[in-house]
């Protein structure tokens, strides 16, 4: 069912882990506001002058519940809902964030964390895709915009306020588009 990009226990995890954090945080999807989400699962972001400053990563523990997102101050005005969705897919998968206590123990307070291996990069990228758009809401917006054999790829992506390209990924992934699409 999911694409080759990520394998499928994973993906069935990352799913199942998304709705556990919607239902836990009370998300109400679509999310329109991914700063008020951050906020209440613990997070915040904090704007950084220029990319010299997000080179050793942009992940910060500053509190044992508590992190920073950093960003460049450029993207300030952006929609950088996938951006966010990102890294809280690094927190919760790869830092252990609510998940894993061990792990989140071992992260270092006020060191700042950034993930480059391609598997940790396509996983915190399907969790973003997962949050953004769940599975389960996902099929209801994705079959209400379908007739025959097209899908109005555009207003799916509307709903979730997200790009065209990435609502094609998040179904391409579901299986219920055909390509890989990256």
């Known amino acids: 069912m999911h694409s080759n990009i990520i394998n499928n226990n994973i993906a ?4 199942d882990l998304t709705e556990k954090i919607i239902d836990a945080y009370n998300i109400q999807i679509p ?3 991914m700063k008020e989400v951050l906020k209440s699962i613990g997070g915040k972001i904090a704007y ?16 044992d519940r508590k992190f920073d997102i950093l960003l460049p101050i450029l993207n300030k005005n952006s929609n950088n ?7 809280l897919g690094h ?6 964030y609510r998940t894993n206590f061990s792990l989140w123990n071992k992260i270092i307070i006020d060191k700042q964390y950034k993930f480059i291996s ?19 809401i996902f099929l ?3 079959y209400k915009y379908s007739n025959d054999d097209t899908v109005d790829m555009t207003e799916v992506a509307n709903y979730f306020n997200v790009s065209i390209s990435q609502s094609r990924r998040r179904a391409s992934f579901l299986g ?3 390509g890989n699409i990256k």
């Open 91 to 96: 927190i919760f998968l790869h830092m252990g």
């Open 81 to 87: 809902n996938f951006t966010i969705a990102c890294n």
């Open 140 to 142: 209801k917006i994705f």
């Open 118 to 136: 391609s598997r940790q990069e396509k996983q915190s990228e399907y969790f973003a895709l997962s949050l953004l758009m769940p599975k389960n």
């Open 176 to 178: 219920l588009i055909k």
């Open 31 to 33: 999310i329109m506001n």
């Open 48 to 63: 950084k002058n220029n990319y010299y400053e997000l080179i050793d990563g942009n992940i910060i523990k500053t509190h």
């Open 12 to 15: 069935i995890f990352i799913d």
